[in-house]
């Protein structure tokens, strides 16, 4: 069973940096290695429509970013310990959401993975 968890959230003053992670588990029952699966970062505020922050394609060639956050949020993906990563620079009040991690399929496979979310909060 995939599972997607991840970690880094937390309160912190505008200006700042975090760095999230993702680690997912379970793929070996799948039949799909963490490599063949792009992946993506979503936030999302209560009452609004979750929001794309970053996407990666399993050999980490090509990166997508929403406009919101380019040039201060960077994703990477580490395939030898199954984990993705946003790293999040100049953190701005309007960044505050829950941030989730996504597994999306490819080549043939229409399976998709959410994770539960981390709270980051952008606050004075």
């Not at 588990?25 to 039949?31: R, T």
């Not at 999306?104 to 709270?119: C, L, M, R, V």
């Amino acid at each position: 069973q995939v599972q997607l968890v991840e970690s880094g959230g937390g309160l912190v003053q505008p200006g700042s940096s975090l760095l999230l992670s993702c680690a997912a588990s379970g793929f070996e029952g799948s039949g799909f290695s963490f490599g063949s699966y792009f992946m993506g970062w979503y936030r999302q505020v209560s009452g609004k429509e979750r929001e794309l922050v970053a996407m990666i394609t399993g050999d980490s060639t090509i990166t997508t970013y929403g406009d919101s956050v380019k040039g201060r949020f960077t994703v990477s993906r580490d395939n030898g310990k199954n984990t993705v990563y946003l790293q999040m620079n100049s953190l701005r009040p309007e960044d505050t959401a829950v941030y989730l991690c996504h597994a999306q399929g490819t080549w043939g496979n229409p399976s998709a993975y959410w994770g539960q979310g981390t709270q980051v909060t952008v606050s004075s």
